[in-house]
């Protein structure tokens, strides 16, 4: 890739990262989270923001031991082996056949409202019609657009966790015993907060260098941090009607009033378009770098993986079909993509913990990888299987 795409500097970068970090997430798991086990979602958050952390600053240093369209599956290769490499870039790559249909369904639920004679499926066909014309853009100046973009919303949520706060005049904290089964659950329901920073190294070939990507990681780490902080604090401590699920609206509606709706549905489906532009533009990256084949190879004079991303389109339509006609479902999209992120996830962490010398960031990936194992356990029996199937293939494969 000539220097001339490498413009991305470490503001536009995070506009890139901030916005799809957050994603669906922010806006389905803080209340989601609350109304199954109340202000216990504080510790869960605590925990799961905690080794997100720690998990966006490993696979910021794979990335930029290891630069390069293939992202972080070049450092596995250079740790593990070149059928490692294959391993983990086809993990990634069967989770975005999934997870972004997923997020293309939950986009689609906050505009249906005002769309009653359409079905979601064909709703979700029209966003994904608009970020698939974003991703054609040149990534520079999808990265400052998204950075404009990313910070309105962050400021929205944050000023509104903010004043619930401050507008609050009892604090009180009452925490109740949860199963164990509640308690893993949880985890795997948060885990989709910290889905995206594998994706990260897809770009670092658009940064002007390795200490932009580092400073974009971190900054992006902290302001990802201090959102859902804050936004479980408001939903936890806030005065809201006790009688009825808690509602993401619930926390915007003293600034915004009447607009409320209007603004969590656009901030809704921007999310959720920033999300599929950092998974669909990352993976559609790895995949033209692995060279399968002339066409999934092709990339356009912006720097576009125009072959890679025009097969994951078709790829969607199918799957969108799919749900329509009823043989798959929001539930097992999201069970399917999260099962083989998690698996990715973990062979980058076993490259960190070949690659590092000692310290904080070999310790961290070391637990990291046992307890991603632990909540892998937990995902479904099919994609289990899938993912055991192909390490065994992997590991007999000379």
């Known amino acids: ?28 798991l803080p209340p989601m989270l609350y109304n199954m086990i109340g202000n216990y979602s504080l510790i869960i958050w605590a925990i799961i923001l905690l080794l997100g952390f720690i998990f966006a600053l ?38 975005v056949f999934f997870g972004p249909v997923a997020v293309l369904l939950i986009a689609a639920k906050f505009i249906q409202e005002y769309f009653p004679n359409t079905s979601l499926e064909v709703l979700a066909f029209f966003v994904y019609v608009i970020t698939y014309f974003l991703l054609l853009i040149r990534i520079s100046f999808l990265g400052k657009l998204m950075l404009i973009v990313t910070s309105a919303i962050t400021i929205i949520f944050l000023f509104s966790s903010i004043n619930i706060l401050f507008t609050t005049d009892h604090f009180s904290l009452n925490i109740h015993n949860i199963s164990f089964e509640e308690f893993g659950y949880s985890f795997i329901l948060v885990f989709w907060a910290i889905v995206g920073w594998e994706v ?55 600034i915004f009033g009447k607009y409320s709706n209007i603004i969590l549905s656009t901030i809704s489906n921007i999310l959720c378009i920033g999300t599929l532009i950092l998974f669909v ?19 356009s004079k912006n720097g576009v993986p125009i072959g890679a991303l025009n097969i994951l389109s078709i790829i969607y339509i199918i799957t969108l079909f799919l749900v329509y006609i009823d043989y798959l479902t929001l539930d097992n999209l999201v069970a399917f993509a999260d099962g083989f992120f ?43 299987i899938t993912i055991f199937a192909l390490l065994a293939f992997t590991y007999l494969k000379k």
């Open 58 to 95: 490993v696979f910021g240093k794979l990335a930029t031991l290891y630069p390069g369209d293939g992202g972080v599956s070049l450092a596995t290769k250079a740790a593990l082996g070149k059928k490692y490499q294959l391993l983990t870039s086809f993990y990634l790559i069967c989770a």
């Open 281 to 299: 533009g990352g993976v559609s990256r790895l995949i033209t770098s692995l060279q399968l084949t002339k066409i999934s190879s092709k990339v």
């Open 342 to 384: 998690i698996a990715n996830a973990i062979i980058g962490l076993i490259t960190a913990i070949v690659l590092f010398d000692r310290g904080i960031l070999k310790y961290g990936a070391i637990f990291l990888t046992l307890l991603f194992f632990a909540i892998l356990l937990f995902s479904n029996i099919f994609i289990l």
């Open 1 to 28: 890739m000539s220097k001339q795409h490498k413009k991305l500097n470490a503001l536009t970068l995070s506009g890139l990262i901030i916005g799809p970090i957050l994603g669906s997430g922010v806006i389905l």
């Open 200 to 254: 990260i190294g897809n770009y670092s070939n658009e940064v002007e260098n390795s200490i932009t990507l580092t400073k974009a990681v971190v900054f992006s780490a902290i302001v990802v941090s201090l959102v859902y902080i804050l936004m479980t604090l408001a939903i936890c401590f806030g005065e809201f009607p006790k009688d009825e699920e808690f509602k993401l609206l619930f926390l915007i509606e003293p």
